[in-house]
């Protein structure tokens, strides 16, 4: 692999010479690269290469550097898990169970490649992995449903994270794009967000523990507790939820708002496009609105 000197057959482990054609994956042979392609074309990519991660599994590693905005991944689905057949339950307890029972009963069916894709992803539910228990564990949503996919679930979780998933229903019959969100250096692991950011670390890690158990361990979980920090992410969400309100009634309040939540988003040092965008798109609807030309150019 690319990020380590030597070169060792994907397949056998055996010293290697050879090259994937799409990617830096190293094979000893012809017939090794043809044995490993039924697995390995799920996690092919000259961008990424995924890697074990002391004490988290499995994580994502760059290959090379990376800007924001740059696509790291283009992903296909393994297996969707369609809402329809459980839609119509009458308690999210019932939800759950229907949506448990229909992936135990799907992904068994899957071309057996794809099954074993699925199979080898993780389960923090039980000892032994089960579909519904791995579905559980690494579901990404897509629209109202939930899909797996092979190498996207391999990214581990980050309150300041690198990059950002999107759901392109239109590319290809559906795509997850994965783009970074801030410059990624070659041989960094790179992390997603997988759950609300915007909270006191005592919430964010009660909420990681309880749905994906672990307790995370993120440059904002790992530094110094630091209460006006909780502080600045709890008025972040207040100002983002009650913005909705405000722009129905008054636009000069509603622009302050805008302003102060880029103010805090810069000072908790989450000032990345991603983050800032809407905000700034925001305020200048909002300044156009009064009148504010100035403030609307700024």
């Given at each position: 692999?690319?990020?380590?000197?030597?070169?060792?057959?994907?397949?056998?482990?055996?010293?290697?010479?050879?090259?994937?054609?799409?990617?830096?994956?190293?094979?000893?042979?012809?017939?090794?690269?043809?044995?490993?392609?039924?697995?390995?074309?799920?996690?092919?990519?000259?961008?990424?290469?995924?890697?074990?991660?002391?004490?988290?599994?499995?994580?994502?590693?760059?290959?090379?550097?990376?800007?924001?905005?740059?696509?790291?991944?283009?992903?296909?689905?393994?297996?969707?898990?369609?809402?329809?057949?459980?839609?119509?339950?009458?308690?999210?307890?019932?939800?759950?169970?229907?949506?448990?029972?229909?992936?135990?009963?799907?992904?068994?069916?899957?071309?057996?490649?794809?099954?074993?894709?699925?199979?080898?992803?993780?389960?923090?539910?039980?000892?032994?992995?089960?579909?519904?228990?791995?579905?559980?564990?690494?579901?990404?949503?897509?629209?109202?449903?939930?899909?797996?996919?092979?190498?996207?679930?391999?990214f581990n979780h980050s309150c300041?994270?690198?990059?950002?998933?999107?759901?392109?229903?239109?590319?290809?019959?559906?795509?997850?794009?994965?783009?970074?969100?801030?410059?990624?250096?070659?041989?960094?692991?790179?992390?997603?967000?997988?759950?609300?950011?915007?909270?006191?670390?005592?919430?964010?890690?009660?909420?990681?523990?309880?749905?994906?158990?672990?307790?995370?361990?993120?440059?904002?979980?790992?530094?110094?507790?630091?209460?006006?920090?909780d502080r600045r992410f709890v008025?972040?969400?207040?100002?983002?939820?009650?913005?909705?309100?405000?722009?129905?009634?008054?636009?000069?309040?509603?622009?302050?708002?805008?302003?102060?939540?880029?103010?805090?988003?810069?000072?908790?040092?989450?000032?990345?496009?991603?983050?800032?965008?809407?905000?700034?798109?925001?305020?200048?609807?909002?300044?156009?609105?009064?009148?504010?030309?100035?403030?609307?150019?700024?």
């Amino acid at each position: 692999r690319s990020v380590r000197a030597k070169m060792i057959c994907l397949h056998c482990s055996e010293p290697a010479s050879k090259r994937c054609a799409k990617c830096p994956e190293s094979f000893c042979s012809r017939e090794c690269q043809v044995a490993a392609w039924p697995s390995h074309k799920f996690t092919c990519s000259a961008n990424v290469v995924v890697q074990p991660v002391e004490g988290s599994g499995m994580g994502v590693f760059a290959r090379r550097a990376f800007a924001p905005g740059d696509m790291l991944v283009r992903e296909k689905p393994l297996f969707i898990n369609s809402s329809d057949g459980w839609q119509a339950a009458r308690s999210q307890e019932e939800a759950e169970a229907m949506m448990a029972s229909q992936v135990d009963i799907q992904v068994p069916l899957l071309p057996e490649a794809r099954r074993a894709a699925v199979m080898q992803l993780a389960d923090v539910y039980s000892t032994q992995a089960t579909p519904a228990g791995i579905a559980w564990t690494n579901s990404i949503p897509v629209g109202d449903d939930g899909a797996l996919f092979a190498l996207s679930a391999r990214f581990n979780h980050s309150c300041s994270p690198s990059a950002r998933w999107c759901w392109r229903p239109d590319l290809d019959g559906g795509c997850l794009l994965i783009f970074a969100v801030r410059p990624i250096a070659a041989g960094e692991q790179i992390t997603v967000a997988y759950s609300k950011r915007f909270a006191t670390r005592e919430d964010r890690m009660r909420r990681l523990q309880e749905q994906f158990k672990f307790t995370c361990a993120c440059p904002l979980c790992s530094a110094p507790l630091d209460p006006e920090a909780d502080r600045r992410f709890v008025e972040i969400q207040r100002l983002i939820d009650a913005m909705p309100g405000a722009c129905q009634g008054d636009h000069a309040e509603a622009l302050d708002m805008s302003e102060r939540t880029l103010q805090l988003l810069v000072e908790a040092g989450l000032d990345t496009p991603i983050t800032m965008g809407p905000c700034h798109y925001e305020a200048y609807q909002l300044a156009t609105s009064i009148g504010h030309k100035a403030k609307a150019k700024d």
